[in-house]
């Protein structure tokens, strides 16, 4: 007789815990993956799969789809960095979606792009269209690839050691205070930090500038000794023995300067000796990426972006006339893509800092 009003007792017990559950305890916790029943050896939780209607782009090199996103599982393929799906629901930390063959998986959310982020990533990949990409270097690691200069931003695509950085802009940022998602740490003694806007592929985007080791090219490395080497962009090419050898506008950084570079050279090949020769230097500049490059007629012409020594915005530019680099006016009135003052037409012949180098 106990032990049947026992077990009425434990019964009726049980029916009003779930009665309790069901009624109060789940309406006010439907977030998907929040705790209903706890027993000793099993987890009973509340887990509807929450409606989404969007399309997402996947950020890794690699992202496995699989049939679902319970502890055993199997896959059913790999997706690339890049690839469209559509976003059909959301449970716990996966993303439920569908392919454009209609097949349909799960894959973990934090690998997936929204379209807005991905609509931005791609205004900011039409923008370095028409800017040559200032130098070039490679991850020291696995790297975040981030929508805008910050720890915190989207992420775009991941990096590896082995993939090709092009570079075309620098920015210093405000260090945060504390450490994010990351899970990298900034230098306590900065209070600033580098970030590179860079492009691989497919993919635009911007990376802390300690996470990057810059590839000088070998043919102009010498140049690079006792200095710090930021920059390197093409002006043009010039024929020797059956090839075409590049001269360039290269840019260096004295000491810790908020600036982008102080410096510039011209180097042109020296055809005769086999060797590239400065052509023409400028020190004490306070200049900013990007380095423009372009043509008016057959003369190579490059663009500097300086402030003066008031703090004025403005530009310097020059041409390459063969082996004589000759300043071409300046301008000083604010504006970003503001021209030479004078055309190549009006320039006089030589110029006072025109200069020469050792060959042709």
Not at 75 to 96: C, K, Y
Not at 154 to 167: M, R
Not at 262 to 275: A, D, E, G, N, P
């Amino acid at each position: 007789m106990k032990s049947q009003t026992l077990i009425e007792l434990l019964l009726a017990t049980t029916l009003a815990g779930c009665g309790y559950y069901l009624t109060f305890y789940v309406p006010k916790h439907d977030k998907a993956g929040d705790p209903v029943l706890a027993l000793a050896s099993y987890f009973l939780t509340y887990s509807p799969v929450q409606s989404v209607d969007q399309q997402a782009y996947v950020v890794p090199p690699a992202l496995e789809l699989w049939d679902t996103p319970a502890e055993i599982r199997d896959r059913v393929a790999t997706l690339q960095s890049g690839e469209e799906v559509f976003v059909l629901g959301r449970f716990r930390d996966w993303a439920h979606v569908r392919l454009p063959d209609d097949s349909e998986g799960w894959v973990s959310e934090d690998g997936l792009m929204d379209y807005k982020n991905h609509e931005a990533e791609e205004s900011l990949l039409d923008s370095l269209g028409e800017v040559p990409a200032q130098a070039e270097g490679h991850p020291v690691g696995i790297e975040n690839i981030h929508l805008q200069p910050a720890r915190t931003a989207a992420v775009v695509t991941q990096v590896n050691p082995a993939q090709t950085l092009e570079i075309f802009d620098r920015k210093l940022v405000e260090c945060p205070h504390e450490d994010d998602a990351s899970g990298i740490l900034p230098d306590p003694a900065n209070v600033r930090e580098v970030w590179y806007l860079v492009r691989e592929g497919s993919h635009a985007g911007w990376i802390l500038g300690h996470r990057v080791q810059l590839t000088i090219p070998k043919e102009i490395a010498a140049y690079a000794q006792n200095s710090n080497l930021v920059a390197w962009v093409v002006l043009n090419t010039v024929s020797d023995r059956g090839h075409r050898v590049p001269q360039y506008v290269v840019a260096d950084r004295d000491g810790a300067e908020n600036c982008d570079f102080t410096k510039i050279q011209v180097l042109t090949w020296w055809k005769r000796k086999q060797m590239y020769v400065v052509a023409f230097q400028q020190s004490g500049l306070r200049g900013y990426f990007p380095i423009l490059v372009s043509r008016e007629g057959s003369v190579p012409c490059f663009r500097l972006r300086i402030v003066d020594a008031q703090g004025h915005r403005g530009q310097e530019s020059f041409g390459l006339f063969d082996t004589l680099t000759r300043p071409l006016g300046n301008t000083f009135n604010g504006a970003s893509d503001a021209g030479p003052q004078q055309s190549l037409a009006q320039l006089p012949k030589g110029g006072a800092n025109a200069r020469s180098s050792a060959g042709g």
